[in-house]
């Protein structure tokens, strides 16, 4: 799958949609899912453009998985998490429908993630709410 610079992450890491912004620093972005499969559902990108797994350097890979562990632990102290799970799929076959590298960061269990996947927006109000309380615990 070549990158295809107009996918709506490249969009948000060039300001020109919006985003709930958890985090960000020199090589990530971290932000809600606007289409969360549990409160508190978050995405975590590299800022490199890199569609699947298997195209990201090993620098950008690292970076990532820097953040995802402090929006996990700042999931885990705003919300209460008691578990968190952590999605990523590679290509349209696994089910990925935007083709930037991203890591779902999902405070709860498997067994949230049953009801399907990137269909309903959730409620605006309630993801920004959320959003400034994982924000605010987000250990820079
Ligand atoms: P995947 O299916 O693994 O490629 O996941 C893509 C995710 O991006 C889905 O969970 C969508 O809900 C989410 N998503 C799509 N558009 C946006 C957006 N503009 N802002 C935040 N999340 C988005």
Do not use: W
């Amino acid at each position: 799958m070549s990158y295809d610079t107009n996918n709506v992450f490249a969009k948000i890491l060039r300001g020109e949609i919006p985003c709930f912004k958890l985090f960000e620093d020199a090589h990530t972005l971290a932000f809600m899912d606007i289409m969360p499969q549990t409160e508190g559902h978050a995405l975590v990108i590299p800022k490199e453009a890199a569609t699947t797994l298997f195209e990201l350097s090993d620098e950008a890979a690292a970076a990532v998985m820097r953040t995802v562990r402090k929006v996990g632990l700042a999931q885990k102290a705003a919300l209460g998490a008691q578990g968190v799970v952590l999605m990523q799929l590679n290509g349209e076959a696994a089910g990925q429908t935007v083709p930037h590298f991203h890591v779902h960061v999902i405070p709860g269990s498997i067994a949230d993630l049953r009801k399907p996947h990137a269909t309903a927006t959730g409620d605006m109000g309630q993801i920004k709410a959320l959003a400034e309380k994982i924000a605010a615990a987000v250990q820079a």
